[in-house]
Each structure stands twice: as structure tokens, then as C-alpha cells.
């Protein structure tokens, strides 16, 4: 019940992170440092980080399919489906529950 509670939010903060959005035609003066705007910055992939990226998909995957049927769904629903708890204990419960 604790890594489900943990789960979700950690999934809430995950959702609210890849939310944020800065302007463009925003005023500059207010921001210091530097940085590079999104628009200059360089998308090509470096290759160290390609074959980390590989890899650690390589072993959750192995893992995920190591786990017995019901966490496998759990996380299948959870983390690739993006379904919220309440989504998930509906679509894992047994037909005779549903009918309650």
C-alpha cells in the first residue's frame, strides 16, 4: 500500500515537471545566467547516453517481465498506461467486484 502512495505521487510530480512551459516572447531582463533557449539548443544524441539509455531499458524491461502476472499488470497500467490509482484498482478488479 506504501509504494502504491508513494507511486502516485511521484507520478504527480513527474506529470507537473513535464508540464512546464516557458515563453518564448517572455521578457528576458528578469531572467540571469546563462542559457541556451530551446530553439538553439543541439538535439543530437550523444552516444554515451544513447547506449545508457538502451541498456537501462534493456534491464527494467527483463525486471517488469520478471515479476509475477499481477505486479507486471500493476506497473504496465501504472507507469506505461499512466492510469491513477483509482483506474488501475477498476481495470485489476476481478468482473465479480466490478459488479459491486
Do not use: C, H
Amino acid at each position: 500500500m506504501l509504494s502504491i502512495a508513494r507511486n502516485e505521487g511521484l507520478g504527480r510530480l513527474r506529470k507537473q515537471a513535464s508540464r512546464r512551459e516557458d515563453s518564448l516572447d517572455a521578457e528576458t531582463d528578469e531572467r540571469t545566467g546563462d542559457y541556451t533557449p530551446a530553439i538553439l539548443t543541439s538535439w543530437r544524441e550523444v552516444p554515451f547516453e544513447a547506449l545508457e539509455r538502451k541498456e537501462l531499458g534493456a534491464l527494467l524491461r527483463q525486471a517488469v517481465e520478471g515479476l509475477p502476472e499481477i505486479y507486471r499488470n500493476v506497473v504496465l497500467l501504472r507507469d506505461i498506461e499512466e492510469m491513477d490509482v483509482r483506474e488501475t484498482a477498476v481495470a485489476l478488479a476481478s468482473p465479480k467486484e466490478r459488479s459491486r
